[in-house]
């Protein structure tokens, strides 16, 4: 695993694109292992200003990502924009909070 984010984070910073592919077909059956590897490959994209994007991944392994919170890129689909931290509705005055 080590060797992998070292990879990510050298493509990264030889500056020719933000984005890292990552092919995760042949994966097999999902699981915590590699939740944890495309986990640690996004921070290790994000700490270098990139990300990564997953290239086939299984539906299951889709499904998994997203029940843990994981908001990771697929190739194909449109990008996913997370909001912006901090923003907070604006209500009237004398209006309970949400």
Partial sequence: MPGL???VRELLAAGEARV???????LGPPGLGAVDLLAR????ARRAGGRIRLRDPDPALRSLLRFLGL????????EEREPALGVEEEV???QPAV
């Fill in 20 to 26: 890292v592919v990552c092919e995760v077909g042949g």
């Fill in 71 to 78: 908001r990771l890129q697929v190739e194909g689909e449109a």
């Fill in 92 to 94: 009237e005055p004398g």
């Fill in 5 to 7: 984010c070292d990879d």
């Fill in 41 to 44: 490959l996004e921070l290790t």
